[in-house]
């Protein structure tokens, strides 16, 4: 129903207005709670946007979100959370009731995301980290292919060295060897 028609109706456990949203996200570690929470800024609230994001959490720990206003997923979803004051409305619901939309890969966080972007809360980040299963951790302490890319200094040079090659074998081929500044070294 919530998440792209993938979260049923849960079993409303707690709603009210936070001025902290790192207090609801510290709520929902310390219950484990296997559900989902449904934030809406205040301005949303009072202007009746429908500016809201749900993330899903299993045992506490954040898998995914979602934000119907944009249908944006994943951190996208995160990002499009605005202003201070939220309201929070935690539901639970069984894990297989969530096991659908957790496959849905463009909606998923890294479980430290909600406490790093939405609550910028250090202590928090750290115990959710602490709670998240091994495998999803470590997902999120690997660099993203572009990071790892980057980070290969000898790959970025070889593939200089190659461009640089081509470069030189093109000029030659078309007669435009005279046009490069100095073809035997690095320009």
């Not at 129903?1 to 310390?30: F, Q």
């Not at 934000?67 to 959370?81: E, K, M, V």
């Not at 935690?90 to 609550?119: G, I, K």
């Not at 910028?120 to 115990?127: M, P, S």
Request: proline fraction near 5%; hydrophobic fraction near 45%.
């Amino acid at each position: 129903m919530l998440a792209d028609g993938h979260i049923p109706e849960g079993e409303l456990c707690r709603s009210r207005t936070d001025a902290d949203v790192g207090a609801t996200l510290a709520d929902v570690l310390a219950r484990e709670l296997t559900g989902y929470v449904v934030f809406e800024p205040q301005g949303s609230i009072l202007f009746g946007d429908d500016d809201r994001a749900v993330v899903t959490f299993e045992a506490g720990v954040p898998v995914l979100a979602y934000h119907p206003g944009s249908d944006a997923g994943g951190a996208a979803a995160l990002d499009a959370l605005t202003g201070d004051l939220f309201h929070a409305e935690l539901y639970e619901l069984p894990a297989s009731a969530l096991a659908a939309a957790h496959r849905v890969d463009e909606f998923r966080v890294d479980p430290t995301a909600p406490a790093r972007r939405l609550a910028g809360d250090d202590a928090l980040v750290e115990r959710t980290r602490a709670a998240a299963p091994d495998a999803r951790v470590a997902d999120e302490d690997r660099p993203s292919a572009v990071e790892a890319f980057l980070a290969d200094a000898d790959g970025i040079e070889a593939i200089r060295e190659e461009a640089r090659a081509e470069a030189r074998s093109r000029a030659a081929e078309w007669g435009l060897t005279e046009q490069l500044d100095n073809p035997e070294t690095d320009s």
